[in-house]
């Protein structure tokens, strides 16, 4: 297959790309902005890949998209360009209907005149995959049952009501113009290369420097926790063998509240750095007031894709949280680009080099 990812240098994104490049016979076409969360050296591990090329493109420009799907002439599309920070959300919501939502119907709309002049072979094979979030159903009771593919939406932030309002579209497309159209719904992930604003990686990198570790309010808020390795798998299974209108959610099948994760961390980080003068690292923590709105508790139940593709996550909390520590203690390099804004100085050169023909 030739699959069209856009966001494909974001967190998730560049993840499901090392997946298919590096696990598959597919080839990708990244369509990636490169806003400050778009980082091409994350691509690092398959950037010599013939079966990869890169189009700097926001996909709000209708023309661009409609000539990057005349070039390609994609078999799918997984669709992962997103503004995706709730914190950044209510500080500066525009950025995020702009994206979210009118980058998702432009997108739509050139995927549906592509797909329109395939021919009948073309039309049946093709895909259009919407990845969100498990944010768009708002948040539970301690001892509520887990979000399913059926749970009604009810987001709190403007990240997630963009994203709600992103799902609602694709499935308007799908219903209206019987665009062949998949979507799943996701848990917090996370794992290497993630971008330092978030919580994990965040508290690795302020720990290691003996900087406060930020914990909002008293930490009990629960999150499921899903290694992004796991859910790239995931994504790849979905975009090829998944049924058309169907929704998927992928969890990983750990409930944490956020405290317990930064203790966990500050744990690993005591026994990988037992001589850091910032040992114990747990007495870095701070607590800070709440951000408004905050989601108590998001649980997944992922038992649909378990039962019909046989998915289930590989990596454990346990696991995937120590080889992720062990990643940012690996990787200072990249770290520190990211941390300085070496990496956006550098992004024209990076991009202009990285940009090739797919070939095959």
């Given at each position: 297959m030739k699959i069209l990812i856009t966001g494909g240098a974001g967190f998730i994104g560049s993840a499901v790309i090392r997946h298919i490049i590096g696990n598959t016979r597919d080839r990708v076409i990244n369509v990636d902005k490169l806003t400050y969360a778009g980082n091409?050296?994350?691509?690092?591990?398959?950037?010599?890949?013939?079966?990869?090329?890169?189009?700097?493109?926001?996909?709000?420009?209708?023309?661009?998209?409609?000539?990057?799907?005349?070039?390609?002439?994609?078999?799918?599309?997984?669709?992962?360009?997103?503004?995706?920070?709730?914190?950044?959300?209510?500080?500066?919501?525009?950025?995020?209907?702009?994206?979210?939502?009118?980058?998702?119907?432009?997108?739509?709309?050139?995927?549906?005149?592509?797909?329109i002049n395939l021919d009948a072979d073309g039309k049946n094979t093709f895909r259009f995959h919407h990845i969100s979030t498990d944010e768009v159903f708002g948040d539970l009771e301690d001892t509520g049952d887990p979000f399913t593919e059926k749970?009604?939406?009810?987001?709190?932030?403007?990240?997630?009501?963009?994203?709600?309002?992103?799902?609602?579209?694709?499935?308007?497309?799908?219903?209206?113009y019987a665009l062949p159209a998949l979507i799943t719904n996701c848990s917090n992930n996370y794992g290497p290369y993630h971008?330092?604003?978030?919580?994990?990686?965040?508290?690795?990198?302020?720990?290691?420097?003996?900087?406060?570790?930020?914990?909002?309010?008293?930490?009990?808020q629960v999150r499921d926790w899903l290694y992004v390795e796991d859910h790239a798998r995931a994504l790849h299974m979905v975009v090829t063998r998944?049924?058309?209108?169907?929704?998927?959610?992928?969890?990983?099948?750990?409930?944490?509240?956020?405290?317990?994760?930064?203790?966990?961390?500050?744990?690993?980080?005591?026994?990988?750095?037992?001589?850091?003068?910032?040992?114990?690292?747990?007495?870095?923590?701070?607590?800070?007031?709440?951000?408004?709105?905050?989601?108590?508790?998001?649980?997944?139940?992922?038992s649909k894709i378990q039962r019909e593709m046989g998915w289930e996550p590989i990596e454990s909390f346990e696991t995937g949280i120590r080889k992720t520590v062990r990643w940012y203690l690996d990787n200072p390099d990249w770290c520190r680009r990211v941390q300085d804004g070496t990496y956006?100085?550098?992004?024209?050169?990076?991009?202009?080099?990285a940009k090739e023909t797919l070939t095959g």
């Open positions: 091409l050296e994350s691509l690092a591990p398959v950037s010599g890949s013939e079966r990869c090329a890169f189009e700097q493109v926001d996909i709000c420009d209708r023309p661009a998209m409609d000539r990057i799907f005349a070039r390609y002439q994609p078999d799918a599309v997984m669709h992962l360009a997103a503004e995706s920070h709730v914190d950044r959300s209510i500080d500066g919501p525009a950025a995020f209907i702009r994206t979210n939502i009118t980058g998702t119907y432009t997108l739509l709309e050139a995927a549906r005149d592509y797909w749970t009604p939406y009810a987001p709190s932030s403007p990240y997630s009501a963009s994203k709600a309002a992103a799902d609602h579209l694709v499935r308007a497309w799908q219903r209206t971008f330092p604003e978030k919580m994990i990686p965040l508290m690795i990198l302020n720990a290691i420097e003996g900087k406060p570790l930020p914990v909002y309010g008293n930490g009990d998944g049924i058309i209108g169907e929704t998927y959610n992928i969890g990983g099948h750990n409930e944490k509240k956020n405290i317990d994760v930064v203790h966990a961390l500050c744990r690993l980080l005591d026994e990988f750095l037992p001589d850091s003068p910032f040992t114990p690292h747990a007495s870095l923590i701070t607590h800070v007031v709440d951000r408004p709105g905050h989601d108590r508790r998001y649980a997944i139940d992922a956006q100085r550098e992004r024209l050169g990076m991009s202009a080099g």
